[in-house]
């Protein structure tokens, strides 16, 4: 009878062992989306033009694609320049005006991440 038990639980974890592999092969990376997101830079780079800063924790990145993901979502906004670490789960955000945390958040939750905390600065 144990072994009846044994066997079932192996089999159920391999299904979604599988499930999951085949998942990612249909939709991407990390589950979502293209599995290449090209990267959106902004035209200003010059951080003496940014004087408003935030460092966010974002939730739920694990590749490349994903730092490039919410690197894009902050970029996309106007006056506003986005750098991801994504060994330490953040991103540093510079601002040419000032932006409410709240929005800050909102940037990122469109991409597909969650925030866990902002440090305004």
Sequence with gaps: MGNYVIGALIAVIVFFAVRSMIKRGKSGCCGGGECSVRKVGVKDDNPQHYPF??????????????????????NSVDGVWGIVDLKKNTAEVRMKEAHSELEIREWVNKAGYGVSHVDME
Excluded: G, I, S, Y
Excluded at 53 to 69: F, I, R, W, Y
């Design 53 to 74: 800063k935030a460092v966010l924790n974002v939730e739920d990145m694990h590749c490349e694609n994903c730092k490039n993901k919410v690197e894009n979502a902050l």
